[in-house]
Nanobody, 122 residues
Framework: QVQLVESGGGLVQAGGSLRLSCGAS????????MGWFRQAPGKERDFVAAITEIAGRTLYADSVMGRFTVSKDNAKKMVYLEMNSLKPEDTAVYYCARARALGRTVDDYEYWGQGTQVTVSS
């Protein structure tokens, strides 16, 4: 089993920044993909970004490209999402998740954290 725990969410004004963290425990961390998704009230859970744990290859949703950066620290079993130039439409619960291969859909990911709320005020 794998346990994922997100932290770092909060309330920020538009244009501000936040850094989300995701800690992993359980089975080996370094052979998979870690992703970030978000879900706003009444909407589906959407892909945000992902990173492969060995090569560090990254993938981003068009809506966050150039504003968000995903990174990892394999030794600490941590994944991060640096969010800059935040907009009110970035408001959502943010989830980290683990997959065996790089993907953009919810079905690609098998383990999920509990989520952390990000609220961007205008």
């Amino acid at each position: 089993q794998v346990q994922l725990v997100e932290s770092g969410g909060g309330l920020v004004q538009a244009g501000g920044s936040l850094r989300l963290s995701c800690g992993a425990s359980g089975r080996t961390f370094s052979t998979n993909v870690m992703g970030w998704f978000r879900q706003a009230p009444g909407k589906e859970r959407d892909f945000v970004a992902a990173i492969t744990e060995i090569a560090g290859r990254t993938l981003y949703a068009d809506s966050v490209m150039g504003r968000f950066t995903v990174s990892k620290d394999n030794a600490k079993k941590m994944v991060y999402l640096e969010m800059n130039s935040l907009k009110p439409e970035d408001t959502a619960v943010y989830y980290c998740a683990r997959a065996r291969a790089l993907g953009r859909t919810v079905d690609d990911y098998e383990y999920w954290g509990q989520g952390t709320q990000v609220t961007v005020s205008s």
